[in-house]
């Protein structure tokens, strides 16, 4: 080869050889072509300079810091300690509590609105540069302790956001005005001073903050209402009652109250319409009266739902303007290796010549992977949603069961509800796992739906709308012997199960002809093989399906109930719900409530509902001990209703009933000729 190459150069003259260097250049590289050049703006975007809004970042945390150290030190002024050294100050400043995640009534959306813009700070703080606000330019090697620092930073810094609703004071909720709007004009202010970033995409920033923008909105609007209220004087009682008393009433009044059974007039079967009208119901989450979620329900769902949609942002943005780049930068010259690949169809793949089909082609493909690609994220957000709804419709049923002291509806085996340090840790944890593993779940839908809706796309819709035969086609085309074969195979042994090897009678049915079905049994052995591996790449297929579907629902297990406790998910919600049964009982704090209410005295000094804290603290500490002729009453009344329960005869005997038959709901009964 050396000499072939240094006896052509001896054959050309020297200049000519260095004055067609341009022309080899010319054909060997591809991005020099003769065609019209496309508009550059049209091929790639334009570079988006650094923007720096008028409030910066930094400046707005620096200022915002302090002022929310401040408030909570001043917040803490107005609640006093129930423990330590309450002589010390006459019990203040106390600990600052954020919510009461156990109660049930409460200022839910508030909380919920917090929750939400502390999220979506994590998902900004992960992908931007400087994660810290107050530290900027940070290094390479610096950055990953400053995002330890902002994980511990943002929830103090949006702390006092939701501690000025706990105080239920004035000044409190003033404070959580003046706050609230000073977050929400200096974000919106921000963002409509700079709506474009080099970030990834040029509004994927703007688009991130949707989310904390909207939360801030609302808390800029709760506030100034609950100021309003306590001025208007709808709130003055609001500290002498117990928090969640109204909900612990309506509860046991739904208990309590007698419904009226359902007439025989319905139709034991369902027609089909009604089954599907009943399947879709159960994925949509509808109030009922007497009962109310719990706010870590509350507070998981809503920030799984922002995380759907911080996630499906992200791949967005990140994909779909990267295709429409390629497909508008796409030239003959990158069509004609893609050609010569055997990747696009040509009529003359040896000698290509024109090549504005091809090119068609390649950017018809490109525009179908870019709607396979949406329309798979769509389904996958939809699909998340659904499974969130049906949660919280699950979450129901079972808490409801539990609460009836229905364990095995739940569990496949008998559970202690009571606290423990595991539960404890995984009731802390619960709302994190479900935002966690919807963002994953989403992750995972969207690879195994993109990559099935392309490999029908391109096995077959598209050869069926161009006409051509796809490798799918010619492979059915050129084994359908072979499919014929398994499918005759599996049609075959369900005849001879049904008419030869089952014997029918009115109550039992019986295996028949024995010889015959061992006989068919050995010989189908090699093609029932070759069925169950189609058998296996199916349930594979539904098995990742399913799994990837329900991967967001912690209330079902993803693996069997004997290996139950090696998910880590369906792990952290059986425990959550023992915290909750066992701490949240509406029964228990309703008869807590009847208890505090039968033992308070009449007048203005009795017992305070502060004295009680998760039912603990009952009754009045000060009480007259009973008497020994007390403790024989009842310990007589006991032996009594032992007796009675154990010899029911003997109820029509006793002297209430003899002298009133009705008496005891009892009633003596005359004996029948």
Known sequence: MAANSSGGMQDAPLDSSFASTDDLASDWYIYETMEPAVPQDDMF??????????????????????????????????????????????GVPGL???????????????????????????????????????????????????KILALLYYPAFYYPLMACATIRRRASYLMGCLLSWCHCVVHI??????????????????????????????????????????????????????????????????????????????????????????????????PEEGFRIPLKLVLSVTTAMIAVYQVALLLLVAVIPTIQIIRAGMTKDIVVLLVQFGLVPSESP????????????????????????ICSLVLCCLLTCAMLLRTLVMHRSNLKALYQGAVLDVFYKAHILRPSRQAIVCWMSFASFQTAFACLGLLIQQVIFFICSVGFTFLFIIPLQSGTNSYLFRIIQNMWPFWLTLVVAVIAQNLAAHYQFLEQHPLRKELTNRRALYIATYLLFPINVLVGVLAGLWRMLISGLYNSIHFCQLDISLLNRGVEAFDPGYHTYCHYLKIEVSQSHPVMKAFCLLLLQLARPEGPSGLQPSNVEEGIQLMQHKQAPPSRARFKQSRARWWLAYTLLNNPSLTACRKTALCDPTANGTQLSTPEP
């Open 45 to 90: 975007p334009s570079v988006i300079p650094d923007c720096d809004p008028t409030i910066s970042p930094r400046l707005y945390h620096i200022c915002m810091a302090p002022i929310s150290l401040a408030v909570l030190l001043g917040l803490s002024l107005l609640v006093k300690r129930r423990r330590l050294q309450q002589s010390c100050w006459n």
């Open 96 to 146: 600052l509590s954020p919510a009461n995640f156990l109660e049930e009534e409460g200022n839910r959306g508030l909380v919920a609105a917090v929750f939400g813009i502390l999220f979506s700070s994590l998902c900004v703080l992960v992908l931007d540069t400087d994660p810290l606000p107050l530290i900027t330019h940070s290094s390479q090697s610096t950055r990953e302790y400053w």
């Open 189 to 286: 202010w921000q963002k409509v001073d700079c709506p474009q970033s080099p970030k990834i995409y040029r509004y994927y920033s703007t688009l991130s903050y949707i989310p904390i923008i909207l939360c801030l909105v609302f808390l800029s609007l709760w506030y100034p209402a609950l100021l309003i209220k306590s001025f208007t004087g709808q709130e003055e009682t609001l500290d002498k009652e117990v928090p969640g008393r109204g909900y612990y009433k309506q509860y046991l009044k739904a208990v309590l109250s007698k419904r009226p059974q359902k007439g025989s007039s319905a139709k034991l079967e369902e027609s089909l319409l009604s089954r599907v009208q009943t399947y879709l119901r159960s994925y949509i989450y509808a």
């Open 350 to 373: 040896a000698a290509p010549g024109d090549m504005e089909k091809e090119l068609r082609t390649v950017k018809y493909y490109l525009w179908s992977l870019e709607v396979c690609y």
